[in-house]
């Protein structure tokens, strides 16, 4: 099975242009096939988007992009976003969100999890996890984050009620000095860890 998870997604390119309205600003997003929530936003990620800590002169990272929701959003409300993804299809798609948006304050890198961004730190680390992947790559994104957080950065992650909130906030809160619920609804989490 295909997954959108890998670099290079089997199924065949389609791709469907979506419009949203999210925290006061309107966005044209291109979904694709192969490319996680194609033809919609998701009600994980609207959650996080809605309730995701930000401030003015942050620099963020939205880990695992897709096509861009989250770095999008985020770039009208901080400073500087590095988006990144191992799915390539993922990382073209938001290249080209990034122009129809008109977006000049972030970037696009490809690779896994935080090897694009060796060495560099953020307040914020901001994800829609892609728990399909599996537990490991989940624990890897929550132990690695402090590491590429500033004192006091954020990793901010939605997670699925039923499908290892339990697991991922017990995995934070050995990792955070503090933990959050931000925010809760349509059957998932919003946690805030806090470095």
């Known amino acids: 099975m295909s997954h959108y998870y890998s670099e290079e997604p089997k199924v065949p390119l389609r791709t469907k242009t979506i419009e949203v309205c999210l925290r006061g600003h309107c966005f044209r997003f ?5 490319v996680f929530s194609f033809g919609k936003l998701d009600r994980g ?44 299809r993922a990382i073209s798609i ?19 999890l935080y090897e694009p961004v060796r060495g560099e730190r953020f307040h914020s680390i901001i994800t829609n996890p892609p728990v399909h992947a599996g537990k490991e790559v989940l624990r890897e994104i929550v132990i690695n984050a402090p590491l590429h957080l500033h004192d006091e950065g954020l990793l901010q992650l939605v ?18 000095a503090e933990v959050r619920e931000l925010a809760k609804g349509s059957g998932y989490r919003v946690y805030a860890g806090i470095a």
């Open 30 to 34: 291109i979904t694709a096939s192969g």
């Open 45 to 88: 990620t609207e959650l996080l988007i809605e309730s995701m800590i930000l401030n003015e002169g942050w620099r963020v990272l939205d880990l695992g992009c897709g096509y861009g929701a989250v770095g999008i959003v985020a770039s009208r409300f901080v400073g500087q976003v590095v988006m990144t993804d191992i799915n390539r």
């Open 94 to 112: 938001a290249k080209k969100n990034l122009k129809i948006n008109g977006v000049k304050n972030a970037e696009v890198r490809w690779g896994s």
């Open 159 to 176: 997670i699925k009620t039923k499908q290892g909130a339990k697991y991922i906030k017990g995995l934070m809160e050995e990792n955070f």
